[in-house]
């Protein structure tokens, strides 16, 4: 028999699409009914799950039509991966990351787990505090160039970046996009229950990290054993081993760069700005880049170009990405599955329940790749659930973080993950063979977490009064 070859991510993205085609033929199609709340998102009633009557069986045809409809729902993210391309490959022709580079080899080259650490570490805790995601991506070729310098490889650059981006929305302290709206459905005090997920923080940073390490000592020991060392390096076959002097430009350069970052940081925490406001501050930097160096407007034109076209590939997966879970919606699926897999907790003791809440959490962030969008769907049915079964409301809020936070890292429909591991050129197939351990570790993790916040009555002090009604999900 012949080594099996994985397939393109392409063609792994558009083959779920069919699959998700056929399953609108197979799955039962309905709905629940939608509520408005005060903050003007549309949430499921609990119970109001109906079969729909007229049956949506999508075609092929329709199936060829989400691809560029789901072109235009990704646009956001699409455009936002192709600026920062253009605007990094600017960044990249005034000599700034080169010199970073080698300041960064003069302090961690001999000390690669640092440098691991401290970027898993802050970036998890950038993504508790404020849900930065897409932020990230800027960071990926910098990081991609650095491991390359430290003999490492872009596996390990893009594994502590996501390991970060990952744990942080799964431990997250004070996330606007996830914790708070699921406090609020679960009416529950915001922000409450802290102390147990400050306490929990560094542990699963720590698995994070531990895993990333382990992968690039191997490395480290033998360049052959990396994953990724039969595909080329997306920053080419360069090697330099002068690196520019860091000069007081390149500083100038940096100091606005995190400036930008600060700022972005600022708009989405007080303004609520997302990837367009985002883009705008990038293009802005460029601007300002082009200007402090001095490389002349005419080339700074064509490297945003150049930068630009390298991430085409990026886009058209983000995109199809898109498609698979429009493709569900279109079908009316999407509310049948949720309500299919919380039918079974109801039967079961609230330890068991409570696994199997992190587990569906993580099945349904494939299928609605947006926390708040899932927060919204699942939330409503969960809490109720949670009642019936005594589990505290406060676990229910945090199966739903660690099942939308850990899954972030690894689902072909996120759009944030297809665009760091398109940017750093690492196929899907290959990046699931990467992850899918560190997975199952923090699935383990925070199962035993789960069990143990039932058993000690984790969010019993915020518990509100409920009438409980073994009706709520009868349907």
């Given amino acids: 028999m012949g080594k099996f070859k994985v397939p393109h991510t392409l063609t792994l993205l558009f083959s779920m699409m069919v699959i998700a085609m056929i399953a609108t033929w197979i799955v039962p199609q309905g709905a629940f009914e939608m509520q408005t709340l005060e903050s003007g998102r549309q949430a499921v009633v609990p119970g109001t799950f109906t079969l729909v009557e007229d049956k949506n069986y999508m075609t092929p045809w329709q199936l060829l039509t989400a691809i560029p409809r789901a072109f235009a729902s990704a646009q956001d993210v699409i455009f936002f991966v192709m600026i920062l391309g253009g605007v990094l490959s600017i960044a990249r022709a005034t000599g700034t990351v080169d010199a970073l580079i080698g300041r960064m080899l003069e302090r961690f080259g001999e000390k690669p787990q640092i440098l691991i650490f401290m970027v898993v570490f802050c970036f998890a805790m950038a993504s508790s505090f404020i849900g930065t995601a897409g932020e990230y991506i800027p960071f990926v070729l910098i990081l991609v160039a650095l491991c390359k310098a430290m003999r490492l490889d872009a596996m390990t650059a893009v594994g502590m970046t996501v390991a970060g981006y990952g744990i942080g929305y799964g431990i997250s302290a004070v996330n606007p996009f996830t914790l708070v709206i699921a406090q609020q459905i679960a009416e529950l005090p915001i922000l409450s229950g802290w102390p147990l997920r400050a306490a929990i923080f560094l542990p699963f940073v720590l698995i994070g990290f531990h895993h990333v390490w382990s992968y690039s000592k191997k490395v480290l020991a033998n360049p052959a054993n990396s994953m990724v060392a039969d595909l080329p390096c997306p920053l080419g076959d360069s090697h330099s081993a002068d690196y520019p002097k860091l000069s007081f430009r390149h500083q100038l350069i940096l100091a606005s760069f995190l400036a930008t970052i600060g700022i972005v940081a600022y708009g989405i925490r007080i303004h609520g700005w997302y990837l367009y406001e985002l883009g705008a501050c990038f293009i802005a930097w460029g601007l300002l880049t082009t200007v402090i160096s001095r490389i002349g407007v005419d080339i700074a034109a064509k490297k945003f170009i150049d930068g630009a076209m390298e991430l085409t590939t990026t886009a058209i997966l983000i995109g199809v ?46 299928f609605i790749p947006s926390g708040s969008g899932q927060a919204f769907v699942t939330m409503p049915l969960m809490v109720p659930l949670a009642d019936l079964l005594e589990i505290p409301r406060q676990v229910a809020v945090l ?46 993790a925070a199962s035993l977490v789960l069990i143990l916040a039932v058993v000690f009555g984790y969010g019993d002090d915020v518990q509100p009064p409920t009438a409980q009604n073994s009706n709520i999900i009868s349907n």
């Avoid at 079908?331 to 049948?336: D, E, V």
């Avoid at 429909?413 to 560190?438: D, E, K, Q, S």
Wanted: aromatic share 8%; proline share 4%.
């Fill in 321 to 366: 990405a898109r498609g698979i879970s429009l493709v569900m919606e279109d079908g009316q699926i999407l509310h049948s599955l949720v309500h299919g897999m919380s039918l079974p907790l109801s039967y079961v003791g609230a330890e068991i329940a409570v696994v199997g809440m992190l587990i569906i959490q993580t099945l349904l962030n494939f």
């Fill in 399 to 444: 199966a739903y973080q660690f099942g939308d936070g850990f899954s972030n890292m690894i689902i072909p429909t996120n759009a944030i993950l297809m665009g760091i591991i398109g940017i750093a050129g690492i196929p899907y197939g290959h990046w699931v063979r990467f992850c899918l351990p560190l997975i199952a570790k923090l699935m383990l």
